[in-house]
């Protein structure tokens, strides 16, 4: 905390302050640190209009109120952390029990046949429990390397069965 005549910031900054103070001429200017983590993200300006108005209890209470602050914006962006965390950990709760429950379902009505309806359902799943996706595909792997379309969303799945693709491409 620092308390400074309006002199000490030079002819510039302190004119353009007066031109601000909507007529009042500012003769004193506390300038309050605050503190988040280390670094000063912040600074109040408590002025006066007299020199010399803060006292030495004045600049101990606006060192404290800083302080204070600083604590404020701490505990704050520590609550909006949690919030975000806790919001993600929900999302990846409901993706994980809608994923059981399309597992389950796909075991059930599968009976262990992997074609292209079973194909086509695990992309549709897909394309709803996972945020942002408009469209996807599906290749299969052949037992001699080569990957084949086998599901298609927002795709024509007839075109795209006409190309194949080695592991590499």
């Known amino acids: 905390v ?3 005549n309006l002199e000490q910031l030079g002819r510039e900054r302190s004119s353009a302050l007066s031109r601000a103070s909507e007529g009042k001429i500012i003769q004193t200017l506390l300038a309050i640190p605050v503190v988040l983590d280390g670094e000063t993200v912040a600074s109040l300006s408590l002025d006066a209009y007299q ?3 803060f006292s ?3 600049l101990e209470m ?3 109120f800083g302080t ?3 604590l404020l914006l701490q505990r704050l962006s520590l609550e909006q952390e949690l919030t975000q965390r806790q919001s993600a950990l929900e999302h990846w709760s409901v993706f994980r029990s809608r994923l059981i429950h399309f597992i389950n ?3 059930a009505h599968s009976k262990g046949q992997m074609g292209e309806t079973f194909y086509q359902m695990l992309l549709q799943q897909a394309a709803e429990v996972i945020p942002g996706v408009e469209a996807g595909s599906i290749l299969r792997r052949d037992g001699n390397g ?3 379309f086998v599901a298609a969303l927002n795709f024509d799945l007839a075109g795209l069965q006409t190309i ?3 592991q590499h491409e």
Do not use: R, V, Y
């Open 105 to 107: 379902d796909m075991l």
């Open 56 to 58: 030495p209890e004045a």
């Open 62 to 64: 606006a060192a404290a």
């Open 68 to 70: 204070q602050i600083g």
């Open 2 to 4: 620092s308390s400074q």
């Open 164 to 166: 194949t693709l080695a």
């Open 146 to 148: 080569l990957f084949h």
């Open 51 to 53: 020199k010399d108005a």
